[in-house]
Nanobody
Framework: QVQLVESGGGLVRPGGSLRLSCTAS????????MAWYRQAPEKQRELVAT???????VYADSVKGRFTIYRDNAKKTAYLQMNSLKPEDTAAYYCSADVVTIRQMKTARVTVWGQGTQVTVSS
């Protein structure tokens, strides 16, 4: 079993900052790309940022220059530093990770998801 645990969400005023964390645990033989997604009420889940094991990154246009994704491979943790937050950033934020683990007694590469953490930007 592999688990992703997110933390760091909360209520912040416009222009403020938050840092989200996502830590993987369990039977992990390899940890590959990690990513943050978000889903606002009545909207589809959208990709926010991704990071490879060597820290190559990709960002959604809407967050470029404001959000930074980074990771600590030794801690199996990815972070999302969010600055200059806007009300339209309000959403549930989800972490995902591509991992090699055991499934049905064989190694398999799968995508796992965290439970989500709420970010609310409001004055």
């Amino acid at each position: 079993q592999v688990q992703l645990v997110e933390s760091g969400g909360g209520l912040v005023r416009p222009g403020g900052s938050l840092r989200l964390s996502c830590t993987a645990s369990g039977t992990i033989y390899g940890l590959f790309d990690m990513a943050w997604y978000r889903q606002a009420p009545e909207k589809q889940r959208e990709l926010v940022a991704t990071i490879t094991p060597r820290s190559s990154t990709v960002y959604a246009d809407s967050v470029k220059g404001r959000f930074t994704i980074y990771r600590d491979n030794a801690k199996k943790t990815a972070y999302l530093q969010m600055n200059s937050l806007k009300p339209e950033d309000t959403a549930a934020y989800y972490c995902s990770a591509d991992v090699v683990t055991i499934r049905q007694m064989k190694t398999a590469r799968v995508t796992v998801w965290g439970q989500g953490t709420q970010v609310t930007v409001s004055s």
